[in-house]
């Protein structure tokens, strides 16, 4: 079954709102867990790793005001994308690591948003 | 910069034909290295690992990958594909020595015809 679950999976929103996007992990504590950005016909772009209790570090290029993270509880992490707009549109994933400092990850089903 | 290549982004093969999709990084530390697969509609999952040890590693559903380290390259192979192999794979490498950073390939999408 799956390890961990994001919400929504799915989100339409309009130009300047902002979108919550939870990450889940359902059997096991997680003290970090990463959000990643999938563009079409390109790999993966880690965004920011959530610690639990602590600031998010975030990758160069990141806006942290823009893509807020909140990692509140062992097994919760939220990502709001705030002010959205047509180019925050993307699939968004959040993993969480099964190993730490190994890379073996565990996935969530990602969320795909789309700012009109 | 460190980069990881996967040389094709677009694999179509009838099934039964053998598979081999190229991976190649640009790091000369110690690594972990992955394959993770995306079928359609789904999440990633991993496909197989190496950390050390026998270079020759096996995963799920008959795939396997070798780990030649002279020349930087994970390559994962299968020897008769079905339609249900059909999905996105990516190469991922853990740079052991570098802050455990993960570097993605762009990812090959594969799509057998039945």
């Known amino acids: 079954g799956a390890v961990v679950s994001q919400h929504p999976s799915w989100v339409i929103c309009k130009s300047g709102t902002s979108v919550k996007i939870e990450c889940r992990s359902l059997d096991f504590q997680a003290t970090t867990m990463f959000w990643y950005r999938q563009f079409p016909k390109q790999s993966l772009m880690l965004m920011a790793t959530?610690?639990?209790?602590?600031?998010?570090?975030?990758e160069q290029g990141v806006e942290k005001d823009k893509f807020l993270i909140n990692h509140a509880s062992l097994t919760l992490s939220t990502l709001t994308v705030t002010s959205a707009h047509p180019e925050d549109s993307s699939f968004y994933i959040c993993?969480?690591?099964?190993?730490?400092?190994?890379?073996?990850?565990?996935f969530g089903e990602g969320s795909r948003l789309t700012v009109l | 910069a460190q980069s990881v290549s996967q040389h094709n982004h677009h694999v179509i093969l009838s099934e039964a034909a053998s598979l081999e999709l190229g991976c190649n990084y640009s790091y000369g530390g110690t690594v972990n290295l992955f394959w993770y697969v995306q079928y359609p509609g789904q999440h990633l999952q991993l496909l197989l690992k190496?950390?050390?040890?026998d270079p020759l590693v096996k995963g799920i559903k008959g795939f396997e990958a070798e780990f030649i380290k002279s020349k930087f390259s994970f390559n994962l192979r299968k020897p008769s594909v079905q339609w249900s192999d059909t999905a996105e794979y990516f190469c991922a490498v853990n740079l052991m020595d570098s802050n455990y950073q993960l570097i993605w390939g762009a990812g090959t999408k594969l799509i057998i015809k039945p």
């Open positions: 959530s610690n639990e209790g602590s600031k998010a570090t975030y």
């Open positions: 190496y950390f050390s040890g």
């Open positions: 993993s969480v690591p099964r190993l730490p400092d190994t890379g073996e990850l565990f």
